[in-house]
């Protein structure tokens, strides 16, 4: 999918925590039906629709977090999510991807709309990283 930024602002005194649980908590990366996704009530895996596919296993794959900007005097963070890579003879058709935290109750951390359909057919499928811009105050 093409590179996409969510910006989500939180109050200074939860970021350091936050940031800890993505760099510590298991994330992953789940191919979806953006078509489905209502992001005012979504708020776990449990409420997308997951695509299937040959050589894409249920619960997408892991990715990991790293910290690649903070400014303090504009209040802002950049985190970057690791890009998802389903390698061998795939056969996925995708519309998003949505990053979700294992380890907190498949909480969805982000969603990445590819604004149209991604596939492989007998190929390797990859969803590039995903950027995303905490402010804070």
Known sequence: ???QMAVIH??????????????????????????????AT????ANLT???????????????????A???????TTVV???AVWSGATTISATGAAIIDTTDGNK??????FQATVASSGGTYTVAPITLKFTHF
């Open 1 to 3: 999918g093409a590179l």
């Open 42 to 45: 979504d708020l776990t895996l």
């Open 50 to 68: 997951e695509v299937t596919g040959t050589g894409y296993p249920a619960g997408g794959q892991t990715v990991t977090s790293t910290v690649v």
């Open 81 to 83: 999510i690791t890009p």
């Open 70 to 76: 903070s400014d303090t005097t504009n209040h802002w």
């Open 10 to 39: 939180i109050p200074d005194s939860f970021l350091a925590a936050k940031l800890a649980n993505l760099a510590t908590n298991t994330l992953k990366c789940v191919l979806i039906d953006i078509s489905t996704y209502a992001q």
């Open 108 to 113: 969805i951390i982000a969603v990445d709309d």
